[in-house]
Nanobody, 117 residues
Framework: QVQLVESGGGLVQAGGSLRLSCGVS????????MGWFRQAPGKEREFVAS????????YYADSVKGRFTISRDNAKNTVYLQMNTLKPEDTAVYYC??????????WGQGTQVTVSS
C-alpha cells in the first residue's frame, strides 16, 4: 500500500519561499500522477500542481503558475513543491496525493503553510 508523508510547511513572510516535500513509500507503479492540493479555512480543496512520475510533465493552477514549481526525484521517491513569491492567499494546508488509477486515491496528512503580510 502506498503511503505519502509531507513535510516542509511553516510560517513565512509574503514574498518569501518554501519547499514542500512528499515522500512516497510502499508499492508503486511506473507511471502515475503526483499532485499537490491545498485547502484554506472555509474553502474547498483545490488543485495546485501535478507531475507525471515517469515522464515529468507538469501542470499548474493559474493562481500559482510562474511562482510554484513541482518536481520529483525518482531515486529518493520524493515529490517537491517549490513555492516562491508567496502571498497571504497561499495560506492553506497543503496535501500531496497520488493518482494510481483514474482519480487521486492516496493522500498525505497535510502540512500547514502560513504566509504573513
Amino acid at each position: 500500500q502506498v503511503q505519502l508523508v509531507e513535510s516542509g510547511g511553516g510560517l513565512v513572510q509574503a514574498g518569501g519561499s518554501l519547499r514542500l516535500s512528499c515522500g512516497v513509500s510502499g508499492r508503486t507503479f511506473g507511471s502515475y500522477i503526483m499532485g499537490w492540493f491545498r485547502q484554506a479555512p472555509g474553502k474547498e480543496r483545490e488543485f495546485v500542481a501535478s507531475i507525471n512520475w515517469r515522464f515529468g510533465s507538469s501542470y499548474y493552477a493559474d493562481s500559482v503558475k510562474g511562482r510554484f514549481t513541482i518536481s520529483r526525484d525518482n531515486a529518493k521517491n520524493t515529490v517537491y513543491l517549490q513555492m516562491n513569491t508567496l502571498k497571504p492567499e497561499d495560506t492553506a494546508v497543503y496535501y500531496c496525493a497520488a493518482k494510481m488509477t483514474t482519480q487521486y486515491d492516496v493522500w498525505g496528512q497535510g502540512t500547514q503553510v502560513t504566509v504573513s503580510s
